[in-house]
């Protein structure tokens, strides 16, 4: 197993290395693969096109074997006779051509896609030494392709032999026919035997495309150092972020906090949960949550309130329901408008009570009216 640093690469590649790698020209390829499809394609286009080649081929060799002594002589009669000879070879060959350079193209797409990189071109000291080219001679990938030659060689040998073994009488048949149908015959049989030998390297194919998907991936394999330094590099330093958040937060609080002398109440459940609402008299907005908190936070605002000797009204219901259903500075939801509103009447005559300009207020219902989808 290949180390990194002292560490197994025992991980798959992150999505990050995979994009990297193909940008540097790292991409899935077989060579067997792209040559057996262009050779197999080869020969069916050999055998589309191959009677008319053979047919423009008869009739080149009968009209070059009928030369006159004066076209012979004639430097203008010779272009003339070749260019009219070329033309009925011409339209064959291209389409042979053009088949052959689609299947090389699409051979070589197939397993990778198509990518634009100069870092697989780009000159590098380690390709000119003779000391990594000759460890690239003798290592284990050197090995494998020596392995896959004779292979190939052994495959196309046997099948080559079957195939002459079977059909040596037709062969010989080939001889005993007249010129024109023997020509033909003879490229079709030939075309036949190519495509059988290609076809046959498709047991290679077989083996080195899943050999090729492996090796790949076996070359990109990280060690877990190099996934948690990546998982940092693209979602940043937990501890980093987590001493952002903890400082967001006490900004949060501090802002909080600073809103309670301003509030017009401090609601509480009264053990967990505190709420501080202020309501503006001279709008027509609802009452607005400015500080809320739970716990340690519920105790503080509770301390805060006292010391600036701000109202503290027990409703434990009422605090659940404004905690979790209202964010701090957005107003309340209207089916607490009614449960609130008693509360901010009960502040304002205990204010006036307090100074005098009414009587005591009456004690507020143990229990609000809270619509069941608010309650918590």
Same mark, same amino acid.
């Not at 083996?207 to 940092?232: C, F, G, S």
């Given at each position: 197993?290949?180390?990194?640093?002292?560490?197994?690469?025992?991980?798959?590649?992150?999505?990050?290395?995979?994009?990297?790698?193909?940008?540097?020209?790292?991409?899935?390829?077989?060579?067997?693969?792209?040559?057996?499809?262009?050779?197999?394609?080869?020969?069916?286009?050999?055998?589309? +096109?191959?009677?008319?080649?053979? #047919?423009?081929?008869? =009739?080149? $060799? &009968?009209?070059?074997?009928? *030369?006159? !002594?004066?076209?012979?002589?004639?430097?203008?009669?010779?272009?003339?006779?070749?260019?009219?000879?070329?033309?009925?070879?011409?339209?064959?060959?291209?389409?042979?051509?053009?088949?052959?350079?689609?299947?090389g193209i699409l051979g070589n797409i197939m397993m990778g896609?198509?990518? +634009?990189?100069?870092?697989?071109? #780009?000159?590098?000291? =380690?390709? $000119? &030494?003779?000391?990594?080219? *000759?460890? !690239?001679?003798?290592?284990?990938?050197?090995?494998?392709?020596?392995?896959?030659?004779?292979?190939?060689?052994?495959?196309?040998?046997?099948?080559?032999?079957?195939?002459?073994?079977?059909?040596?009488?037709?062969?010989?048949e080939f001889s005993l026919q007249p010129l024109h149908i023997?020509?033909?015959?003879?490229?079709?049989?030939?075309?036949?035997?190519?495509?059988?030998?290609?076809?046959? *390297?498709?047991?290679?194919?077989?083996?080195?495309?899943?050999?090729?998907?492996?090796?790949?991936?076996?070359?990109?394999?990280?060690?877990?150092?190099?996934?948690?330094?990546?998982?940092?590099?693209v979602n940043g330093n937990p501890q980093l972020k987590g001493?952002?958040?903890?400082?967001?937060?006490?900004?949060?609080?501090?802002?909080?906090?600073?809103?309670?002398?301003?509030?017009?109440?401090?609601?509480?459940?009264?053990?967990?949960?505190?709420?501080?609402?202020?309501?503006?008299?001279?709008?027509?907005?609802?009452?607005?949550?400015?500080?809320?908190?739970?716990?340690?936070?519920?105790?503080?605002?509770?301390?805060?309130?006292?010391?600036?000797?701000?109202?503290?009204?027990?409703?434990?219901?009422?605090?659940?329901?404004?905690?979790?259903?209202?964010?701090?500075?957005?107003?309340?939801?209207?089916?607490?408008?009614?449960?609130?509103?008693?509360?901010?009447?009960?502040?304002?005559?205990?204010?006036?009570?307090?100074?005098?300009?009414?009587?005591?207020?009456?004690?507020?219902?143990?229990?609000?009216?809270?619509?069941?989808?608010?309650?918590?």
């Amino acid at each position: 197993m290949a180390e990194k640093d002292g560490q197994e690469q025992t991980e798959d590649a992150t999505e990050k290395k995979l994009s990297q790698a193909r940008e540097k020209g790292q991409v899935v390829r077989s060579k067997e693969l792209a040559t057996t499809l262009v050779l197999t394609a080869s020969g069916a286009a050999f055998l589309a +096109f191959g009677d008319a080649l053979a #047919r423009a081929l008869v =009739s080149n $060799m &009968s009209r070059l074997f009928e *030369l006159s !002594r004066e076209e012979i002589f004639s430097p203008e009669a010779l272009l003339e006779i070749v260019g009219t000879s070329v033309k009925p070879l011409m339209w064959p060959l291209f389409g042979i051509m053009i088949i052959g350079f689609i299947a090389g193209i699409l051979g070589n797409i197939m397993m990778g896609g198509v990518v +634009f990189s100069g870092e697989s071109i #780009r000159p590098k000291a =380690s390709k $000119m &030494s003779p000391k990594a080219g *000759l460890k !690239r001679m003798l290592g284990p990938q050197a090995m494998v392709e020596l392995i896959k030659s004779i292979a190939k060689v052994a495959v196309v040998v046997t099948i080559a032999v079957f195939v002459l073994k079977t059909q040596f009488l037709k062969i010989m048949e080939f001889s005993l026919q007249p010129l024109h149908i023997s020509v033909i015959e003879s490229l079709n049989f030939l075309a036949d035997v190519f495509i059988w030998l290609c076809a046959s *390297l498709i047991i290679i194919v077989a083996i080195d495309v899943p050999y090729q998907y492996w090796k790949h991936a076996k070359e990109l394999r990280m060690t877990k150092q190099e996934v948690k330094d990546e998982m940092k590099d693209v979602n940043g330093n937990p501890q980093l972020k987590g001493k952002i958040r903890q400082m967001q937060m006490e900004v949060s609080q501090r802002r909080m906090m600073s809103n309670i002398p301003d509030a017009d109440v401090i609601i509480t459940n009264p053990t967990h949960y505190s709420v501080a609402l202020k309501y503006e008299k001279s709008g027509n907005a609802a009452p607005k949550v400015v500080a809320k908190g739970v716990d340690q936070a519920a105790f503080r605002i509770r301390d805060m309130a006292k010391e600036h000797k701000v109202p503290i009204l027990e409703s434990a219901a009422l605090t659940r329901a404004i905690y979790h259903t209202t964010e701090i500075d957005e107003p309340i939801p209207e089916g607490l408008f009614i449960a609130v509103a008693q509360i901010l009447a009960y502040v304002y005559q205990l204010d006036q009570f307090k100074q005098r300009k009414g009587n005591r207020p009456k004690p507020l219902p143990k229990t609000m009216d809270i619509p069941e989808d608010l309650k918590y």
